[in-house]
């Protein structure tokens, strides 16, 4: 029964590591980052409602009164 050979593997998977990180490296640089996203600003806008001027109150069928 033939022996697997394994001599070929170190240099198939260090030849596919440095592949692969070229490749990732190729990739990584065609991005461009942002080096200072903008601060946006945290204020709260206020919209103006009608309901927002009176007060209501409203009533749930079953918190109404019982006859």
């Known amino acids: ?3 697997l050979d394994t001599s070929t ?4 998977i ?3 590591i440095m592949a ?5 490296q190729s990739k990584i640089t065609n991005h461009t980052f942002f080096l200072s996203p903008s601060h ?3 204020k709260l806008i206020t919209h ?11 009533y749930l069928p079953l918190s109404l ?3």
């Open 65 to 67: 009164p019982q006859h």
């Open 48 to 58: 103006s409602t009608p309901w927002e001027k009176k007060w209501t109150k409203i």
């Open 14 to 16: 260090i030849s596919m």
């Open 20 to 24: 692969l990180f070229i490749l990732f």
């Open 9 to 12: 593997w170190f240099t198939t």
């Open 40 to 42: 946006k600003d945290t």
């Open 1 to 3: 029964m033939p022996q």
